[in-house]
């Protein structure tokens, strides 16, 4: 199936003749035009408590959130949100397929080219592999904390930025954050989603979607790309526990935009994620669904998107409405809990209204008790800072950086808030945050 048939065919499945369009950001003449007037934003009065169960319980107990509650989140989401990984999937064996030493802008580092190969006993007509590459400073004295990000495709970019003549323009150099984590004497790994679960709707009967499924179409509960790219996040940790030179017990997730919404759910799912850093993940991601600001939950479950999610997640966008969700992106930010969490955004001025800053913050705000509940501290106030005024003190953390749409200008200051679990450092609490910048 083509995209376009796929979202027809869960459409059908669900009953459902049609949905209502997502917001317009281009033309400021549309009739559905994104709303960035905030005195509009926010249309539903109470959001679903993340501390009181279904059936109306209080949740009053650490005992109760982890025994009780925190299972019926989960739940909500497979079913709701992001579906439900299979649970036959494939396993996975990794190799390394070179190692070779490399200078990252003057730090010397050794890289390691991963391959995992899933197995496809069960189906042979579809082949996946798990790509990514590891990187540790070659001086290191044992095992380093190391920061795990979906990246880009590296083929694409080459494709992007072929000279006139067609000629090969090579790899990008290497991001600021890459250097600065090795001249800290950490490492960093990169996964490349789109070769293993492709990010259209072309792809959902290939890739490990299609692998785990037979070639056949989706259900309305089975998982759509962002819940099998945090899959393959859990099988690259897989590999690292095994890796000497990595100390599994400092690991990190972060990701932008589509992939910051990929980096917020294998946070909220994998627990050894020890950290996370979320990067303008808005709609379904670190963004209120209900609120009506930038893009909307229609948005997602249109054609160009519906492969991020589970069919179910449609029916908000068609018979029923975002304030029917039993759920929202404040009980994902709680599902990471206790573990530490930064969020993210850019400028209201250069990264635009589209991902809806104020959105992520009060995702990240409404989770405070969840983490207090269990010996945490969140955010401590619903009064969203400005640019570059972060809220850094907390195991929840939340920046807006003068910049568009990238986590570069905040590497500084995640650095620092990882270093208070990594290293114990009190003396990197609150370093300056321009170098990044």
């Known amino acids: 199936m083509n995209a376009e048939q796929a979202h027809r065919h869960m459409l059908d499945q669900l009953g459902i003749d049609s949905l209502r369009p997502g917001a317009n950001g281009w033309d400021p003449d549309a009739p559905n035009q994104a709303n960035t007037d905030e005195a509009k934003a926010s249309p539903y009065e109470t959001l679903p408590d993340a501390l009181v169960m279904n059936d ?25 949100i992001y579906g439900r990984v299979p649970e036959d999937v494939p396993g996975v064996a990794w190799s390394v397929v070179e190692e070779t ?25 579809i082949e996946v592999a798990i790509e990514a590459r590891l990187v540790l400073p070659a001086d290191a004295e044992g095992a380093v904390p190391v920061i795990v990000e979906f990246g880009w495709d590296p083929q694409s970019f080459r494709r992007r930025n072929q000279n006139n003549e067609g000629e090969d323009a090579g790899p990008p150099p290497p991001p600021a954050w890459q250097v600065m984590l090795l001249e800290k004497g950490w490492g960093f790994a990169v996964i490349y989603p789109s070769r293993f679960q492709a990010d259209n ?23 759509g790309a962002l819940r099998a790219w945090a899959w393959g996040a859990s099988r690259l940790v897989d590999y690292l526990e095994t890796e000497g030179g990595v100390d599994a017990s400092r690991l990190g997730i972060t990701g ?69 969700l039993p759920i929202d992106a404040h009980m994902l930010v709680a599902l990471c809990a206790p573990r530490p969490v930064f969020v993210s955004v850019g400028s209201l001025n250069v990264e635009g209204t589209w991902i809806d ?4 913050f009060l995702a990240a705000a409404h989770a405070d008790p969840v983490y207090e509940l269990l010996g945490k501290r969140g955010l401590g106030t619903m009064e969203m800072p400005g640019e570059k005024e972060g809220l850094l003190e907390g195991d929840v953390a939340f920046r807006m950086h003068d910049g568009g749409h990238t986590t570069g200008p905040n590497w500084p200051a995640f650095i620092a808030f990882a270093s208070r679990y990594f290293d114990g450092d009190a003396s990197d609490a609150s370093p300056p945050v321009s170098g990044g910048e």
């Not at 390691?112 to 006993?121: H, Q, Y």
């Not at 759910?265 to 669904?289: L, P």
């Not at 800053?357 to 992520?360: I, S, V, W």
Request: hydrophobic share 35%; net charge neutral.
């Open 56 to 80: 109306g319980t209080p949740v009053t107990t650490v005992a109760q959130w982890w025994d009780e509650r925190r299972p019926e989140i989960i739940e909500l989401f497979d079913r709701e």
């Open 101 to 125: 030493q490399e200078d990252f802008a003057g730090v010397t580092a050794v890289k390691k080219t991963l391959r995992g190969t899933v197995d496809n006993s069960a189906y042979p007509a």
């Open 201 to 223: 709707g072309d792809g959902l009967t290939r890739g490990i979607i299609g692998l785990a499924n037979h070639g056949q179409p989706r259900g309305p509960e089975d998982w």
């Open 256 to 324: 932008l935009s589509r992939y910051g919404k990929a980096a917020a759910v294998a946070m909220a799912y994998e627990d050894r994620f020890a950290v996370g850093f979320i990067g303008s993940s808005g709609q379904g991601g670190t963004k209120i669904m209900r609120r009506d600001f930038g893009e909307r939950v229609e948005n997602i479950a249109g054609g160009g998107q519906h492969h991020w999610v589970a069919g179910n997640y449609l029916k908000y966008a068609g018979p029923l409405t975002p304030n029917d």
């Open 357 to 360: 800053a104020k959105g992520n």
